[in-house]
């Protein structure tokens, strides 16, 4: 974190701990991280899901929320 700003690389590394549960490995390792940003109040990630309609959508939504929401919270 610099400047009291979360880092690319803080973001990237809060997502490798997101597992796709049909893959079962972290969306940075598949390359499912499409962009990331940060800015005083905001942290964001785009994330491109590996087939259209993934049925496991909700589920990688929610486990990317609570990774980005873990960071934001605490290194504030």
């Known amino acids: 974190m610099a ?5 690319d690389d803080d973001i990237h590394a809060a997502l490798a ?3 796709d549960p049909e893959l079962r490995r972290p969306l940075t390792e598949l390359d499912m991280v499409d962009s990331v940003f940060a800015d005083d109040e905001t942290v964001q990630a785009v994330i491109a899901l590996t087939i259209v309609c993934c049925p496991a959508s909700d589920r ?16 504030r």
């Open 3 to 7: 400047n009291g700003r979360l880092s």
């Open 17 to 19: 701990t997101v597992i």
């Open 60 to 75: 990688i939504e929610r486990d990317v929320r609570d990774a980005l929401t873990a960071i934001a919270v605490t290194d």
